[in-house]
Protein backbone atom coordinates (compact mmCIF):
# COMPACT_ATOMS: atom_id res chain seq x y z
CA UNK A 1 0.00 0.00 0.00
CA UNK A 2 3.08 2.18 0.01
CA UNK A 3 2.50 3.22 -3.50
CA UNK A 4 -0.92 4.50 -2.87
CA UNK A 5 1.20 7.78 -1.56
CA UNK A 6 2.80 8.00 -4.92
CA UNK A 7 -0.37 10.15 -6.27
CA UNK A 8 -3.76 11.33 -6.61
CA UNK A 9 -5.66 13.00 -9.22
CA UNK A 10 -8.58 15.14 -8.76
CA UNK A 11 -9.99 14.87 -11.94
CA UNK A 12 -13.49 15.43 -13.35
CA UNK A 13 -14.24 12.27 -13.40
CA UNK A 14 -13.32 12.37 -9.70
CA UNK A 15 -15.61 15.50 -8.98
CA UNK A 16 -18.28 13.98 -10.48
CA UNK A 17 -18.60 10.62 -8.47
CA UNK A 18 -18.13 12.99 -5.42
CA UNK A 19 -20.62 15.25 -6.46
CA UNK A 20 -22.84 12.08 -6.71
CA UNK A 21 -21.80 11.42 -3.31
CA UNK A 22 -22.89 14.99 -1.88
CA UNK A 23 -26.04 14.10 -3.86
CA UNK A 24 -26.48 10.94 -2.11
CA UNK A 25 -26.12 12.13 1.38
CA UNK A 26 -28.71 15.09 0.85
CA UNK A 27 -31.30 13.18 -0.90
CA UNK A 28 -30.82 10.90 2.46
CA UNK A 29 -31.34 13.43 4.43
CA UNK A 30 -34.91 14.98 2.30
CA UNK A 31 -35.96 11.45 2.94
CA UNK A 32 -35.25 10.85 6.21
CA UNK A 33 -37.40 14.19 6.49
CA UNK A 34 -40.48 12.52 5.31
CA UNK A 35 -43.10 10.64 7.05
CA UNK A 36 -42.76 6.74 7.37
CA UNK A 37 -43.27 4.61 4.57
CA UNK A 38 -42.99 0.96 3.86
CA UNK A 39 -39.32 -0.08 2.99
CA UNK A 40 -38.02 2.84 4.88
CA UNK A 41 -35.33 0.41 6.80
CA UNK A 42 -34.45 -1.36 2.97
CA UNK A 43 -34.26 2.75 1.39
CA UNK A 44 -32.03 3.63 4.19
CA UNK A 45 -29.41 0.65 3.81
CA UNK A 46 -29.50 1.25 -0.15
CA UNK A 47 -28.46 4.39 0.54
CA UNK A 48 -25.81 3.54 3.04
CA UNK A 49 -24.47 0.91 0.39
CA UNK A 50 -24.53 3.02 -3.00
CA UNK A 51 -22.56 5.93 -0.71
CA UNK A 52 -19.92 2.93 -0.15
CA UNK A 53 -19.90 2.06 -3.31
CA UNK A 54 -19.23 5.70 -4.73
CA UNK A 55 -16.89 6.82 -2.36
CA UNK A 56 -14.60 3.81 -3.38
CA UNK A 57 -14.98 3.84 -6.57
CA UNK A 58 -14.12 8.02 -6.79
CA UNK A 59 -11.09 7.05 -4.09
CA UNK A 60 -10.20 4.31 -7.23
CA UNK A 61 -10.25 6.98 -10.28
CA UNK A 62 -8.17 9.42 -7.99
CA UNK A 63 -5.60 6.93 -7.20
CA UNK A 64 -2.87 6.86 -10.15
CA UNK A 65 -0.92 3.68 -8.99
CA UNK A 66 -2.22 0.34 -10.54
CA UNK A 67 -1.94 -1.54 -7.31
CA UNK A 68 -3.44 1.46 -5.38
CA UNK A 69 -6.16 1.35 -7.80
CA UNK A 70 -6.73 -2.85 -7.54
CA UNK A 71 -6.81 -2.14 -3.74
CA UNK A 72 -9.88 0.31 -4.50
CA UNK A 73 -11.36 -1.83 -6.54
CA UNK A 74 -11.46 -4.69 -3.85
CA UNK A 75 -12.35 -2.27 -0.99
CA UNK A 76 -15.74 -1.30 -3.23
CA UNK A 77 -17.27 -5.13 -3.09
CA UNK A 78 -19.27 -4.80 0.30
CA UNK A 79 -20.66 -1.65 -1.43
CA UNK A 80 -21.33 -3.61 -4.78
CA UNK A 81 -22.88 -6.74 -3.11
CA UNK A 82 -24.67 -4.90 -0.60
CA UNK A 83 -26.47 -2.30 -2.70
CA UNK A 84 -28.55 -5.30 -4.53
CA UNK A 85 -29.12 -6.65 -1.48
CA UNK A 86 -30.70 -3.90 0.29
CA UNK A 87 -32.56 -2.90 -2.61
CA UNK A 88 -34.14 -6.34 -2.89
CA UNK A 89 -35.41 -6.19 0.31
CA UNK A 90 -36.54 -2.34 -0.12
CA UNK A 91 -38.51 -3.58 -3.22
CA UNK A 92 -40.14 -6.52 -0.74
CA UNK A 93 -40.45 -4.52 1.93
CA UNK A 94 -42.41 -1.69 -0.27
CA UNK A 95 -45.01 -4.43 -1.95
CA UNK A 96 -45.83 -6.01 0.74
CA UNK A 97 -45.99 -2.78 3.29
CA UNK A 98 -43.64 -3.18 5.76
CA UNK A 99 -42.44 -0.74 8.06
CA UNK A 100 -40.85 -2.17 10.65
CA UNK A 101 -37.40 -2.13 11.70
CA UNK A 102 -34.92 -4.99 11.12
CA UNK A 103 -33.59 -7.08 13.48
CA UNK A 104 -30.04 -7.25 14.63
CA UNK A 105 -29.94 -11.12 13.50
CA UNK A 106 -31.78 -10.78 9.87
CA UNK A 107 -29.37 -7.68 9.08
CA UNK A 108 -26.57 -9.84 9.87
CA UNK A 109 -27.54 -12.19 7.55
CA UNK A 110 -28.35 -9.57 4.53
CA UNK A 111 -24.30 -9.05 5.94
CA UNK A 112 -22.75 -12.12 5.27
CA UNK A 113 -22.64 -12.23 1.72
CA UNK A 114 -20.92 -8.33 1.27
CA UNK A 115 -18.88 -9.18 3.75
CA UNK A 116 -17.66 -12.34 2.03
CA UNK A 117 -17.15 -11.19 -1.19
CA UNK A 118 -15.40 -8.47 -0.26
CA UNK A 119 -12.99 -10.93 1.79
CA UNK A 120 -12.73 -13.05 -1.39
CA UNK A 121 -11.56 -9.73 -3.21
CA UNK A 122 -9.20 -8.22 -0.65
CA UNK A 123 -7.63 -11.92 -0.02
CA UNK A 124 -7.13 -11.74 -4.23
CA UNK A 125 -3.23 -11.34 -3.98
CA UNK A 126 -2.75 -14.53 -2.01
CA UNK A 127 -5.45 -16.77 -4.25
CA UNK A 128 -5.76 -14.79 -8.21
CA UNK A 129 -8.97 -16.49 -8.74
CA UNK A 130 -11.00 -12.74 -8.09
CA UNK A 131 -9.10 -10.91 -10.72
CA UNK A 132 -7.16 -12.81 -13.06
CA UNK A 133 -3.23 -12.09 -12.90
CA UNK A 134 -3.80 -10.04 -16.34
CA UNK A 135 -5.52 -7.51 -14.61
CA UNK A 136 -3.56 -4.39 -15.42
CA UNK A 137 -3.74 -0.61 -16.89
CA UNK A 138 -4.93 -0.37 -20.11
CA UNK A 139 -2.15 1.95 -21.20
CA UNK A 140 1.48 2.61 -19.51
CA UNK A 141 0.09 6.13 -19.02
CA UNK A 142 0.51 7.16 -15.69
CA UNK A 143 -3.04 6.79 -13.72
CA UNK A 144 -4.38 4.77 -16.13
CA UNK A 145 -7.54 2.94 -15.81
CA UNK A 146 -7.56 -0.63 -15.42
CA UNK A 147 -8.88 -3.31 -17.20
CA UNK A 148 -9.74 -6.44 -14.66
CA UNK A 149 -9.36 -9.81 -15.89
CA UNK A 150 -12.72 -11.99 -14.01
CA UNK A 151 -11.89 -14.99 -11.95
CA UNK A 152 -13.95 -17.50 -11.64
CA UNK A 153 -14.84 -16.23 -7.95
CA UNK A 154 -15.87 -13.03 -9.14
CA UNK A 155 -18.24 -14.66 -11.49
CA UNK A 156 -19.72 -16.65 -8.37
CA UNK A 157 -20.30 -13.37 -6.73
CA UNK A 158 -22.07 -11.90 -9.79
CA UNK A 159 -24.49 -14.65 -9.88
CA UNK A 160 -25.51 -13.65 -6.62
CA UNK A 161 -25.54 -10.06 -7.66
CA UNK A 162 -27.65 -11.01 -10.43
CA UNK A 163 -30.15 -13.13 -8.39
CA UNK A 164 -30.45 -9.98 -6.47
CA UNK A 165 -31.74 -8.21 -8.77
CA UNK A 166 -33.60 -10.82 -10.91
CA UNK A 167 -35.71 -11.25 -7.16
CA UNK A 168 -36.27 -7.34 -7.18
CA UNK A 169 -37.48 -7.46 -11.28
CA UNK A 170 -39.67 -10.30 -9.91
CA UNK A 171 -41.29 -8.48 -7.12
CA UNK A 172 -42.68 -5.37 -8.70
CA UNK A 173 -43.66 -7.18 -11.74
CA UNK A 174 -45.58 -9.80 -9.61
CA UNK A 175 -46.82 -6.91 -7.92
CA UNK A 176 -48.17 -5.29 -11.32
CA UNK A 177 -49.45 -8.08 -12.15
CA UNK A 178 -51.58 -7.99 -8.67
CA UNK A 179 -52.85 -4.68 -9.16
CA UNK A 180 -54.71 -2.37 -11.77
CA UNK A 181 -54.65 0.74 -13.24
CA UNK A 182 -52.34 3.55 -11.54
CA UNK A 183 -50.98 0.65 -9.21
CA UNK A 184 -49.85 -1.45 -12.22
CA UNK A 185 -48.29 1.58 -13.90
CA UNK A 186 -46.64 2.57 -10.95
CA UNK A 187 -44.75 -0.73 -10.73
CA UNK A 188 -44.19 -1.23 -14.03
CA UNK A 189 -42.10 2.25 -13.69
CA UNK A 190 -40.19 0.68 -10.72
CA UNK A 191 -39.73 -2.74 -12.44
CA UNK A 192 -38.07 -0.42 -15.68
CA UNK A 193 -35.83 1.65 -13.27
CA UNK A 194 -35.00 -1.99 -11.52
CA UNK A 195 -33.46 -2.73 -15.16
CA UNK A 196 -30.95 0.41 -15.28
CA UNK A 197 -28.48 -0.67 -13.45
CA UNK A 198 -28.52 -4.60 -14.00
CA UNK A 199 -28.00 -3.53 -17.87
CA UNK A 200 -24.63 -1.37 -16.99
CA UNK A 201 -23.75 -3.96 -15.10
CA UNK A 202 -23.92 -6.56 -17.95
CA UNK A 203 -22.77 -4.13 -20.29
CA UNK A 204 -19.58 -3.78 -18.05
CA UNK A 205 -18.75 -7.19 -17.39
CA UNK A 206 -19.35 -8.76 -20.79
CA UNK A 207 -18.97 -5.79 -23.36
CA UNK A 208 -16.53 -3.62 -21.62
CA UNK A 209 -18.54 -0.45 -21.61
CA UNK A 210 -17.26 2.11 -19.19
CA UNK A 211 -17.87 5.81 -17.82
CA UNK A 212 -14.56 7.37 -17.54
CA UNK A 213 -13.03 4.10 -17.92
CA UNK A 214 -14.95 2.87 -15.01
CA UNK A 215 -17.79 0.45 -14.19
CA UNK A 216 -21.06 2.73 -15.08
CA UNK A 217 -23.12 0.72 -12.44
CA UNK A 218 -22.85 3.03 -9.23
CA UNK A 219 -23.25 5.68 -11.33
CA UNK A 220 -26.73 4.04 -12.78
CA UNK A 221 -27.60 2.97 -8.94
CA UNK A 222 -27.21 6.74 -8.12
CA UNK A 223 -29.81 7.67 -10.95
CA UNK A 224 -31.89 4.94 -9.65
CA UNK A 225 -32.35 6.09 -6.30
CA UNK A 226 -33.31 9.64 -7.45
CA UNK A 227 -35.98 7.60 -9.97
CA UNK A 228 -37.18 5.73 -7.09
CA UNK A 229 -37.55 8.85 -4.97
CA UNK A 230 -39.57 10.77 -7.75
CA UNK A 231 -41.83 8.16 -7.97
CA UNK A 232 -42.56 7.42 -4.17
CA UNK A 233 -43.18 10.92 -3.40
CA UNK A 234 -43.65 12.89 -6.61
CA UNK A 235 -45.78 10.36 -7.47
CA UNK A 236 -47.70 10.27 -4.38
CA UNK A 237 -47.91 6.38 -4.24
CA UNK A 238 -49.00 6.70 -0.42
CA UNK A 239 -52.27 8.06 -1.40
CA UNK A 240 -52.76 4.92 -3.37
CA UNK A 241 -53.92 1.86 -1.36
CA UNK A 242 -50.21 -0.59 -1.38
CA UNK A 243 -50.86 -3.87 -2.83
CA UNK A 244 -50.56 -5.65 0.24
CA UNK A 245 -53.66 -4.14 0.95
CA UNK A 246 -55.10 -3.92 -2.23
CA UNK A 247 -54.87 -7.76 -2.06
CA UNK A 248 -57.70 -8.24 0.05
CA UNK A 249 -60.08 -7.27 -2.19
CA UNK A 250 -58.69 -9.06 -4.81
CA UNK A 251 -59.03 -12.34 -2.90
CA UNK A 252 -62.39 -12.07 -1.94
CA UNK A 253 -64.80 -14.09 -4.38
CA UNK A 254 -68.09 -12.20 -3.51
CA UNK A 255 -68.60 -8.84 -5.36
CA UNK A 256 -67.23 -5.88 -2.99
CA UNK A 257 -67.83 -2.14 -3.97
CA UNK A 258 -66.68 0.98 -2.04
CA UNK A 259 -69.33 3.69 -2.70
CA UNK A 260 -68.55 7.88 -1.82
CA UNK A 261 -71.81 10.25 -0.53
CA UNK A 262 -72.05 10.87 -4.16
CA UNK A 263 -73.02 7.45 -5.00
CA UNK A 264 -69.91 7.16 -7.19
CA UNK A 265 -67.97 4.00 -7.40
CA UNK A 266 -64.60 4.45 -6.17
CA UNK A 267 -63.14 0.70 -5.53
CA UNK A 268 -64.26 -2.70 -6.59
CA UNK A 269 -62.51 -5.95 -6.15
CA UNK A 270 -62.70 -8.42 -9.61
CA UNK A 271 -65.54 -10.33 -8.56
CA UNK A 272 -67.60 -7.22 -8.81
CA UNK A 273 -65.92 -5.96 -11.94
CA UNK A 274 -66.68 -9.79 -13.34
CA UNK A 275 -70.34 -9.62 -12.66
CA UNK A 276 -70.61 -6.13 -14.44
CA UNK A 277 -68.71 -7.17 -17.23
CA UNK A 278 -66.03 -4.11 -16.99
CA UNK A 279 -62.69 -4.18 -17.12
CA UNK A 280 -61.46 -0.70 -17.35
CA UNK A 281 -63.07 3.35 -17.32
CA UNK A 282 -65.47 2.40 -14.46
CA UNK A 283 -63.36 4.59 -11.45
CA UNK A 284 -65.93 7.64 -10.30
CA UNK A 285 -69.14 5.86 -12.40
CA UNK A 286 -72.39 6.40 -10.38
CA UNK A 287 -73.65 3.10 -9.45
CA UNK A 288 -76.59 3.33 -11.00
CA UNK A 289 -75.20 3.34 -14.43
CA UNK A 290 -73.01 0.45 -13.91
CA UNK A 291 -74.42 -2.06 -16.29
CA UNK A 292 -75.82 -5.81 -14.71
CA UNK A 293 -76.59 -4.72 -11.73
CA UNK A 294 -76.09 -1.01 -10.77
CA UNK A 295 -79.45 0.37 -11.15
CA UNK A 296 -81.10 -2.74 -9.19
CA UNK A 297 -78.31 -2.50 -6.64
CA UNK A 298 -79.42 1.28 -6.17
CA UNK A 299 -83.23 0.75 -5.72
CA UNK A 300 -82.24 -2.34 -3.15
CA UNK A 301 -80.41 0.43 -1.39
CA UNK A 302 -83.08 3.34 -1.44
CA UNK A 303 -85.84 0.81 -0.37
CA UNK A 304 -83.80 -0.44 2.28
CA UNK A 305 -83.17 2.78 3.89
CA UNK A 306 -86.90 3.68 3.52
CA UNK A 307 -88.25 0.44 4.62
CA UNK A 308 -85.41 -1.52 7.23
CA UNK A 309 -86.05 -4.48 5.35
CA UNK A 310 -83.53 -7.04 4.42
CA UNK A 311 -81.75 -6.17 1.25
CA UNK A 312 -82.00 -8.88 -0.80
CA UNK A 313 -80.52 -8.44 -4.38
CA UNK A 314 -82.36 -9.93 -7.31
CA UNK A 315 -80.57 -10.11 -11.07
CA UNK A 316 -82.08 -12.05 -14.36
CA UNK A 317 -80.72 -13.61 -17.35
CA UNK A 318 -79.51 -15.91 -15.45
CA UNK A 319 -81.55 -15.91 -12.15
CA UNK A 320 -79.35 -14.61 -9.14
CA UNK A 321 -79.78 -13.87 -5.78
CA UNK A 322 -77.58 -11.59 -3.72
CA UNK A 323 -77.21 -10.59 0.45
CA UNK A 324 -76.14 -7.07 0.44
CA UNK A 325 -74.38 -5.75 3.21
CA UNK A 326 -73.79 -2.65 4.28
CA UNK A 327 -71.05 -0.74 5.94
CA UNK A 328 -70.59 2.66 6.79
CA UNK A 329 -66.74 4.29 6.14
CA UNK A 330 -66.94 7.06 8.50
CA UNK A 331 -64.14 9.20 10.41
CA UNK A 332 -64.20 10.89 13.88
CA UNK A 333 -65.36 14.25 14.18
CA UNK A 334 -66.08 17.09 17.14
CA UNK A 335 -69.49 16.84 16.97
CA UNK A 336 -70.23 12.73 16.28
CA UNK A 337 -68.82 10.84 12.99
CA UNK A 338 -68.73 12.84 9.65
CA UNK A 339 -69.53 9.43 6.74
CA UNK A 340 -67.89 9.13 3.86
CA UNK A 341 -69.30 6.51 2.23
CA UNK A 342 -70.25 3.16 2.15
CA UNK A 343 -68.87 -0.28 1.90
CA UNK A 344 -71.45 -2.94 -0.07
CA UNK A 345 -70.44 -6.79 0.06
CA UNK A 346 -72.71 -8.60 -2.19
CA UNK A 347 -72.52 -12.22 -0.88
CA UNK A 348 -74.20 -14.90 -3.62
CA UNK A 349 -77.06 -16.87 -1.89
CA UNK A 350 -78.85 -18.34 -5.03
CA UNK A 351 -77.90 -22.08 -3.96
CA UNK A 352 -81.33 -22.11 -1.95
CA UNK A 353 -80.28 -25.70 -0.36
CA UNK A 354 -77.57 -24.56 1.62
CA UNK A 355 -77.77 -26.42 5.41
CA UNK A 356 -78.48 -23.79 8.35
CA UNK A 357 -75.42 -24.10 9.75
CA UNK A 358 -73.41 -23.24 6.80
CA UNK A 359 -75.13 -20.13 6.15
CA UNK A 360 -74.70 -19.13 9.39
CA UNK A 361 -71.10 -19.99 8.98
CA UNK A 362 -70.48 -17.95 5.90
CA UNK A 363 -72.13 -15.08 7.59
CA UNK A 364 -70.18 -14.75 10.56
CA UNK A 365 -66.99 -15.11 7.97
CA UNK A 366 -68.36 -12.57 5.81
CA UNK A 367 -68.77 -10.11 8.76
CA UNK A 368 -64.64 -10.99 9.87
CA UNK A 369 -64.10 -10.14 6.13
CA UNK A 370 -65.81 -6.63 6.34
CA UNK A 371 -63.96 -5.53 9.45
CA UNK A 372 -60.92 -6.55 8.32
CA UNK A 373 -61.22 -4.71 5.05
CA UNK A 374 -62.97 -1.89 7.07
CA UNK A 375 -60.40 -1.67 9.36
CA UNK A 376 -58.02 -1.16 6.45
CA UNK A 377 -60.03 1.74 5.05
CA UNK A 378 -60.00 3.44 8.17
CA UNK A 379 -56.30 3.49 8.73
CA UNK A 380 -56.14 4.68 5.00
CA UNK A 381 -58.39 7.36 5.61
CA UNK A 382 -56.97 8.64 8.45
CA UNK A 383 -53.53 8.88 7.30
CA UNK A 384 -55.46 11.05 4.13
CA UNK A 385 -57.04 13.34 6.42
CA UNK A 386 -54.66 13.69 9.26
CA UNK A 387 -51.16 14.76 9.82
CA UNK A 388 -48.83 11.72 11.25
CA UNK A 389 -46.74 13.83 13.41
CA UNK A 390 -49.40 15.88 15.51
CA UNK A 391 -52.59 13.96 14.84
CA UNK A 392 -54.47 17.31 14.06
CA UNK A 393 -56.03 17.56 10.79
CA UNK A 394 -54.13 18.17 7.63
CA UNK A 395 -55.04 20.50 4.55
CA UNK A 396 -56.72 17.83 3.02
CA UNK A 397 -59.54 18.17 5.45
CA UNK A 398 -59.64 22.13 5.41
CA UNK A 399 -61.68 23.00 2.37
CA UNK A 400 -64.22 20.46 3.41
CA UNK A 401 -64.28 21.57 6.86
CA UNK A 402 -64.47 25.46 6.11
CA UNK A 403 -67.23 24.69 3.54
CA UNK A 404 -69.85 23.28 6.20
CA UNK A 405 -68.73 26.43 8.86
CA UNK A 406 -69.00 28.56 6.12
CA UNK A 407 -73.02 27.43 5.29
CA UNK A 408 -73.48 27.31 8.90
CA UNK A 409 -72.14 31.05 9.33
CA UNK A 410 -74.51 32.06 6.78
CA UNK A 411 -77.47 30.35 7.93
CA UNK A 412 -77.09 31.46 11.10
CA UNK A 413 -75.53 35.03 10.36
CA UNK A 414 -72.64 33.88 12.67
CA UNK A 415 -68.98 34.90 12.60
CA UNK A 416 -66.06 32.65 10.90
CA UNK A 417 -62.31 34.33 11.92
CA UNK A 418 -59.16 32.28 9.96
CA UNK A 419 -56.08 32.98 12.29
CA UNK A 420 -52.64 32.00 10.54
CA UNK A 421 -50.07 31.61 13.48
CA UNK A 422 -46.21 30.83 12.68
CA UNK A 423 -44.15 30.07 15.31
CA UNK A 424 -41.53 32.20 16.07
CA UNK A 425 -37.60 31.80 15.78
CA UNK A 426 -38.56 27.66 15.26
CA UNK A 427 -35.51 26.98 12.89
CA UNK A 428 -32.96 28.12 16.19
CA UNK A 429 -35.27 24.78 17.72
CA UNK A 430 -34.27 22.13 15.21
CA UNK A 431 -30.54 23.97 14.71
CA UNK A 432 -29.62 23.46 18.47
CA UNK A 433 -31.65 20.67 19.77
CA UNK A 434 -32.11 19.05 16.72
CA UNK A 435 -35.35 18.28 14.55
CA UNK A 436 -36.09 15.15 16.61
CA UNK A 437 -36.65 17.68 19.92
CA UNK A 438 -38.40 20.07 17.72
CA UNK A 439 -40.63 17.17 16.35
CA UNK A 440 -41.40 17.17 20.19
CA UNK A 441 -42.03 20.77 20.29
CA UNK A 442 -44.91 20.61 17.37
CA UNK A 443 -46.52 18.04 19.13
CA UNK A 444 -46.80 19.84 22.30
CA UNK A 445 -47.68 22.84 20.62
CA UNK A 446 -50.66 20.98 18.85
CA UNK A 447 -51.69 19.52 22.68
CA UNK A 448 -51.67 23.34 23.49
CA UNK A 449 -54.14 24.26 21.08
CA UNK A 450 -56.22 21.70 21.67
CA UNK A 451 -56.34 22.09 24.90
CA UNK A 452 -56.79 26.34 24.66
CA UNK A 453 -59.70 26.20 22.06
CA UNK A 454 -63.18 25.98 22.35
CA UNK A 455 -65.02 22.91 21.32
CA UNK A 456 -66.67 24.18 18.56
CA UNK A 457 -63.60 25.82 17.07
CA UNK A 458 -60.75 23.56 14.96
CA UNK A 459 -57.15 23.80 14.63
CA UNK A 460 -55.78 22.10 11.71
CA UNK A 461 -51.15 21.72 10.72
CA UNK A 462 -50.60 24.11 7.90
CA UNK A 463 -47.33 23.08 6.83
CA UNK A 464 -43.96 23.13 8.73
CA UNK A 465 -44.40 25.25 12.15
CA UNK A 466 -47.19 27.07 10.76
CA UNK A 467 -51.09 26.61 12.44
CA UNK A 468 -54.72 27.91 10.89
CA UNK A 469 -57.05 28.23 13.21
CA UNK A 470 -61.03 28.71 11.98
CA UNK A 471 -62.94 30.76 14.93
CA UNK A 472 -67.00 30.13 14.59
CA UNK A 473 -69.40 32.53 16.11
CA UNK A 474 -67.33 34.90 16.70
CA UNK A 475 -66.57 38.93 15.59
CA UNK A 476 -63.24 39.95 13.84
CA UNK A 477 -62.47 41.75 17.01
CA UNK A 478 -63.58 38.70 19.46
CA UNK A 479 -60.92 36.46 17.50
CA UNK A 480 -58.59 38.99 17.95
CA UNK A 481 -58.68 39.22 21.66
CA UNK A 482 -59.44 35.50 21.90
CA UNK A 483 -56.09 35.06 20.12
CA UNK A 484 -53.84 37.67 21.92
CA UNK A 485 -55.29 35.90 24.97
CA UNK A 486 -53.86 32.74 23.76
CA UNK A 487 -50.51 34.63 22.64
CA UNK A 488 -49.92 35.70 25.98
CA UNK A 489 -50.64 32.35 27.61
CA UNK A 490 -48.29 30.53 24.84
CA UNK A 491 -45.15 32.81 25.39
CA UNK A 492 -45.26 31.60 29.55
CA UNK A 493 -46.58 27.80 28.76
CA UNK A 494 -42.70 26.06 28.83
CA UNK A 495 -43.58 22.99 26.25
CA UNK A 496 -42.26 19.59 27.62
CA UNK A 497 -39.63 18.23 25.65
CA UNK A 498 -36.41 15.41 26.17
CA UNK A 499 -34.31 18.64 26.30
CA UNK A 500 -36.02 19.92 28.99
CA UNK A 501 -38.90 22.92 29.17
CA UNK A 502 -38.73 25.36 26.54
CA UNK A 503 -40.42 27.85 25.56
CA UNK A 504 -41.35 29.47 21.91
CA UNK A 505 -43.69 32.55 20.90
CA UNK A 506 -46.10 33.05 18.06
CA UNK A 507 -47.15 35.18 15.91
CA UNK A 508 -50.33 35.54 14.18
CA UNK A 509 -52.56 36.98 11.65
CA UNK A 510 -56.67 36.87 11.21
CA UNK A 511 -59.03 37.57 8.26
CA UNK A 512 -62.56 37.63 8.89
CA UNK A 513 -65.68 36.06 6.62
CA UNK A 514 -66.97 37.75 4.86
CA UNK A 515 -65.19 41.29 5.66
CA UNK A 516 -61.76 39.69 4.66
CA UNK A 517 -62.67 37.82 1.34
CA UNK A 518 -66.07 35.26 0.89
CA UNK A 519 -63.67 31.86 -0.44
CA UNK A 520 -61.22 30.16 1.62
CA UNK A 521 -57.99 30.76 -0.17
CA UNK A 522 -59.34 34.97 -0.17
CA UNK A 523 -59.11 34.43 3.25
CA UNK A 524 -56.00 32.65 3.92
CA UNK A 525 -54.04 35.58 1.53
CA UNK A 526 -55.28 37.91 3.90
CA UNK A 527 -54.59 36.49 7.21
CA UNK A 528 -51.33 35.58 5.54
CA UNK A 529 -50.44 39.26 4.89
CA UNK A 530 -51.60 40.11 8.69
CA UNK A 531 -48.86 37.40 9.67
CA UNK A 532 -46.11 38.92 7.73
CA UNK A 533 -47.55 42.57 9.23
CA UNK A 534 -47.02 40.58 12.62
CA UNK A 535 -43.47 39.44 11.28
CA UNK A 536 -41.91 42.69 10.75
CA UNK A 537 -43.55 44.54 13.41
CA UNK A 538 -41.05 42.50 15.58
CA UNK A 539 -42.93 39.13 15.72
CA UNK A 540 -44.93 37.80 19.01
CA UNK A 541 -47.74 39.68 18.35
CA UNK A 542 -51.25 39.45 16.67
CA UNK A 543 -52.46 41.73 13.46
CA UNK A 544 -55.85 41.83 11.54
CA UNK A 545 -55.89 41.43 7.86
CA UNK A 546 -56.20 45.55 7.14
CA UNK A 547 -55.58 47.08 10.32
CA UNK A 548 -52.61 49.46 11.11
CA UNK A 549 -49.39 48.47 12.78
Known amino acids: MSSCNAGWSLSAAVLFALSLCLGILLLSRWVAKQRAFPGRAGFA ?76 ALSNPWHGLFYLPGSAPISAEWGAPVHYEHGPLFFAVSVYVYLSMLFSVGTVLNAAYLSRGRHRRHYLAFAAVTLVPFIAHIAYVHYNWTVFGFDPTPLSFVFVLIAFVVLIFGGRVFDLL ?74 THPQRFFEVHRRQIERPARKGKFVLGEMLYLRD ?164 WPMHGDTLDDLIRAADSALYQAKREGRNRVRLAGSAS
Open 242 to 315: PVARHLLLEALSDPVLVINQRQEVIEANPAALQLAALAKDWQGCRLADWPVYGMPLAGVLLRAAADKLPPLLEL
Open 45 to 120: LLHLAALWWLLTAAAEMSAQAADCKMFWAAMAWPGIVATPTFWALFLWQYVNSQSATLRPRNLLLLCLMPLLAWLL
Open 349 to 512: VTQPHLSEMRLAEALALSDERLKIISALNDKLRDQVLHDPLTGLFNRRYLAEFFTREQARARREHAGLVLVLIDLDHFKGVNDTYGHLVGDEMLKAVSRFFETKLRSTDAVFRFGGEEFLLLLTGVTAHEAFALVEGLREHFALTPMLTTAGDLNIQFSAGLAS
